[in-house]
């Protein structure tokens, strides 16, 4: 049992699924309670009957989607209301589209950005400054070695992740002054539905099925991060060994590993 969980209130996004739903589970084995979010209602309704019957711990459903900028402040009230205190929350919704650039509709592009970055700040932003008012909290935001690591075929996805590190960057060093940590978790592929939207060809899924991480491990990880001061959290490590490679020798990685890239 993690002591620093139990009894905590803690809000996933994007929770009825993937590593979301592994997240939710994780906490509720540590005596957590939740604040499920996500566009599936009934899955989210199976997860708190299975979260509530087994471990015993507080479990709500707030149906949302993360793009409805105008219905977030109304989902975060009530469940300020519910559980009275919030700890910490889990930014995971997000989704990627594995084209070239010239491929990509910019619907698609649209959607990406205003999914994984501008749903994860509004989301952040209605929660902040309750925790600074607090005076403690937790923010993990679900990146990706994709915002460390771009490769070829996932420009948007990579340029929204970027965009998600170096707004918890900078976050990290405003909440600190508030007692509020942050925590970026840079996942490498994981093996979950992601890729069935991301890859319909099914071919990168493929390529890289001995490298995917298992969703329930990685969930370990984060959940084992909550209420600690870790700065990142970097899966698989050789992959981030790769990233801080490349940020040191861009051109070169780039040349040599061109066409490995393009198996995406």
Known sequence: M?????GKNIIITGASGGIGEQMAIKVAENGGNLALIARRVQLLEGLKEKLMTT?????????????????????????????????AIINNAGYGIFQEAHE?????????IEVNVLGLMACTGEILP??????????????????????P??????????????????LRMEAARYGVAVTAVNPGPIATDFFSIADESGTYAKN???????????AEK?????????REI??????????????LFPSLIEKVGNKLFFKK
């Open 104 to 112: 990509t509709s910019f619907s698609d592009v649209k959607g990406m």
């Open 2 to 6: 993690n002591k620093r969980v139990k």
């Open 222 to 230: 984060v959940i084992n991060a909550l209420f600690t001061n870790t």
């Open 55 to 87: 471990f015993k711990v507080k479990v709500e459903v707030y149906p949302l989607d993360v793009t409805d900028y105008a219905e977030i402040p109304r989902v975060f009230s009530t469940i300020l209301e519910d559980f009275g205190e919030v700890h």
């Open 208 to 218: 890289v099925e001995k490298f995917m991480l298992q969703p329930d491990k990685v």
């Open 153 to 170: 075929k996932s420009s948007v996805y990579s340029a929204s992740k970027h965009a998600v590190l170096g707004y918890t960057n900078s």
């Open 130 to 151: 309750y925790m600074r008012k607090q005076g403690f909290g937790h923010i993990l935001n679900i990146a990706s070695q994709a915002g460390k690591f771009a490769s």
């Open 234 to 247: 970097n899966l698989p490590r050789w992959m981030n060994a790769g990233s801080v490679v490349y940020q």
